[in-house]
T-cell receptor, first 114, second 115 residues
């Protein structure tokens, strides 16, 4: 069965600093991978997704993620964090049968210092 | 509406009470999903509809949970005889089809508190 781990429960960075959120997955075949962001009281918003092809994918709000099959990782990065990026970030893997049956990781809460 | 709408946004139920949570997906979306998100955790899959057909209910935690989508649009998640462990945010998502590269759009969720 698929599983997703996000080793960091909470990360704090200063505004303007770079960011990397870690995600590791367990999946038997080629995974469909996603990063979602959840602001307080809001639903999940898709940041980016990987299906195939270029292993470096660009998303919204200046985020990018790199798929590394050898490490079973799909880490999220941003070169310069803005205060509005403070939120909960979830990595997810899509199901074989229908893509939107996601298995989510536990999430990483990002705090941004002014 | 422009997005997935869920109601009510907040629900407080006494233990043992029945509740019904509503999801209005984006018009024309074939696929509809329900997820349960406990405090401090990631969402967990409950059930999946393709139009009015419930194709997967493997994530429903007990037979107290029941979901329906009778006309292939609006869906209702019903929880009977609520227990404290049912307290969570219930998220609904819809997508145009069930292809893996089709984006799913999430509603804001219903926060259920059982007291």
């Amino acid at each position: 069965a698929q599983s997703v781990t996000q080793p960091d429960i909470h990360i704090t960075v200063s505004e303007g600093a770079s960011l990397e959120l870690r995600c590791n997955y367990s999946y038997g075949a080629t995974p469909y991978l996603f990063w979602y962001v959840q602001s307080p009281g809001q639903g999940l918003q898709l940041l980016l997704k990987y299906f195939s092809g270029d292993t470096l994918v660009q998303g919204i709000k200046g985020f990018e993620a790199e798929f590394k099959r050898s490490q079973s990782s799909f880490n999220l990065r941003k070169p310069s964090v803005h205060w509005s990026d403070a939120a909960e970030y979830f990595c997810a893997v899509g199901d074989d049968n229908y893509g939107q049956n996601f298995v989510f990781g536990p999430g990483t809460r990002l705090s941004v210092l002014p | 509406g422009a997005g997935v709408s869920q109601s009510p946004r907040y629900k407080v139920a006494k233990r043992g009470q029945d509740v019904a949570l509503r999801c209005d997906p984006i018009s024309g979306h074939v696929s509809l999903f329900w997820y349960q998100q406990a405090l401090g955790q990631g969402p967990e899959f409950l059930t999946y509809f393709q139009n009015e057909a419930q194709l997967d209910k493997s994530g429903l935690p007990s037979d107290r949970f029941f979901a329906e989508r009778p006309e292939g649009s609006v869906s209702t998640l019903k929880i009977q005889r609520t227990q404290q462990e049912d307290s969570a945010v219930y998220l609904c998502a819809s997508s145009l089809n069930n292809r893996r590269n089709t984006e799913a759009f999430f509603g804001q969720g219903t926060r259920l508190t059982v007291v």
